[in-house]
């Protein structure tokens, strides 16, 4: 089978890793991938949102099967692309349909849907230009802290939790007549306020029946201590010690069955990965935000825990036999920590030289925002590379993993010292 990666992060190399550990795969292509991903990889500079330029890399390598790692692809269409092409149509595409991806890519639409089958949320309302008094009066029925989020896709900046009413109203306004966030916040959703524990659950479906994947946690702060600007995610620890089995089975029970359920009975076929946001609220799950692939950086600290082959996992997917397919996990913890350019994530500097990458011996290193050129590794995004180690506690694991990062280095290079600081 050759198969081809989109994407370009930690998350898109952490597949390509698994992938190309599977026997039932004989060429793997990365579009556009990273420096990362070319030791393992064919990398193909195309955007993944250009379906034409896609279409072409998948006839040319005889591409079987195509993994879609970022959301907008899918929110796109990417997967429709295919089904309503003659020449691609019988192409295996991971990653649901325009239908699905709109568990993401409208944060109103899953809100309604979370509603309609009895899914555990915050309470919300939502509101457009036309009315923002309405939207107004709803936030004085709320009490600090407010939460404001963008209806569309954001690039992961279009939440906002605010601390005053006058300031929540201010946004608002924002975001609604001024388009803070573009198109994406021509609808905004307000909730109320969640008090807990936050974590990620993953799961894998292929319409019927489901596969759930390791736990995770991520420091989206740029910050110690949970500090700071909000990033794509500072690092990630798999799995979660306070997600029991106990909560784990309320998980399945009252959020993953009604929510693979529910998208049968809307019609919605819907084969790929549901990232489920939650929030432990004294004991119970309540759903923060569903995301239609895997998220980054828990993808580098999850996927590693999988000791069975991925590729069929995803064969499962793609032909809805999923249930006869069984994997294993490793019960050892997996602490990520992401290295990120000075200045992330506001402005910084690209073109870094980072040195040290062939020392690390005993953490696995996932590129993200790297590129190859002349044999020498340049950082090419603010989030650069995360650093995964294995322990059998999770201080275990980030001492290696913090070891691992004293050997590499580039100039304005930057870190949080402090991930796991709350589970440990």
């Given at each position: 089978m050759n198969i081809l990666i989109l994407g370009s992060g930690g998350r898109e190399h952490a597949f390509a890793l698994k992938l190309a550990e599977s026997n039932k795969v004989n060429?793997?292509?990365?579009?556009?991938?990273?420096?990362g991903t070319t030791q393992i990889a064919t990398?193909?500079?195309?955007?993944?949102?250009?379906?034409?330029?896609?279409?072409?890399?998948?006839?040319?390598?005889?591409?079987?099967?195509?993994?879609v790692g970022p959301e907008a692809p899918l929110?796109?269409?990417?997967?429709?692309?295919?089904?309503?092409?003659d020449d691609l149509k019988n192409i295996s595409v991971i990653g649901p349909k325009k239908d699905g991806a709109l568990l993401e890519g409208s944060k109103d639409f899953s809100k309604i849907f979370m509603e309609k089958h009895n899914i555990p949320t915050a309470r919300y309302q939502s509101f457009t230009k036309e009315n923002l008094a309405a939207g107004f009066a709803f936030l004085e029925t709320l009490t600090a802290p407010y939460v404001l989020k963008a209806d569309g896709l954001a690039a992961g900046k279009g939440?906002?939790?605010?601390?005053?009413?006058?300031?929540a109203k201010k946004e608002l306004e924002e975001m609604l007549t001024n388009q803070k966030f573009g198109e994406?916040?021509?609808?905004?959703?307000?909730?109320?306020?969640?008090?807990?524990?936050?974590?990620?659950?993953?799961v894998l479906t292929d319409g019927k029946s489901?596969?759930?994947?390791?736990?995770?946690?991520?420091?989206?702060?740029?910050?110690?201590?949970?500090?700071?600007?909000?990033?794509?995610?500072?690092?990630?620890i798999s799995p979660v010690p306070f997600a029991s089995d106990e909560f784990l089975k309320k998980v399945?029970?009252?959020?993953?069955?009604?929510?693979?359920?529910?998208?049968?009975?809307?019609?919605?076929?819907?084969?790929?990965?549901?990232?489920?946001?939650?929030?432990?609220?004294a004991g119970n799950p309540q759903v923060i935000e569903y995301n239609v692939r895997m998220g980054d950086p828990e993808t580098e600290a999850v996927l590693p825990r999988i000791e069975s082959d991925l590729f069929d996992l995803f064969e499962g997917v793609a032909n809805q036999t999923l249930h006869e397919k069984s994997f294993s996990i490793t019960p050892k913890t997996a602490t990520t920590?992401?290295?990120?350019?000075?200045?992330?994530?506001?402005?910084?500097?690209?073109?870094?030289?980072?040195?040290?990458?062939?020392?690390?011996?005993?953490?696995?290193?996932?590129?993200?925002?790297?590129?190859?050129?002349?044999?020498?590794?340049?950082?090419?995004?603010?989030?650069?590379?995360?650093?995964?180690?294995?322990?059998?506690?999770i201080e275990e694991a980030l001492k290696l993993s913090y070891s691992s990062i004293d050997k590499i280095s580039f100039d304005k290079m930057n870190y949080r010292k402090d991930i796991g600081f709350d589970l440990i």
């Open positions: 060429k793997l292509f990365v579009a556009p991938g990273n420096a990398n193909i500079t195309i955007d993944p949102t250009n379906f034409k330029a896609v279409k072409e890399t998948v006839l040319e390598n005889k591409i079987n099967m195509v993994v929110v796109n269409g990417v997967h429709d692309f295919f089904l309503a092409d939440v906002l939790i605010l601390d005053s009413l006058a300031e994406a916040s021509s609808t905004v959703v307000i909730e109320e306020f969640l008090d807990g524990i936050e974590l990620s659950v993953f489901y596969k759930i994947l390791p736990s995770a946690k991520d420091y989206k702060r740029i910050g110690e201590g949970d500090e700071g600007l909000n990033t794509g995610g500072m690092g990630a399945e029970e009252r959020i993953v069955i009604p929510t693979v359920n529910g998208l049968q009975k809307d019609g919605i076929d819907y084969r790929g990965f549901i990232f489920i946001g939650l929030m432990n609220v920590v992401m290295l990120v350019s000075g200045g992330y994530p506001e402005a910084y500097e690209k073109n870094k030289e980072i040195s040290g990458i062939e020392n690390i011996e005993n953490s696995i290193v996932f590129h993200a925002g790297t590129k190859l050129e002349n044999g020498k590794v340049f950082t090419n995004g603010g989030r650069v590379m995360a650093i995964t180690s294995f322990g059998d506690t």
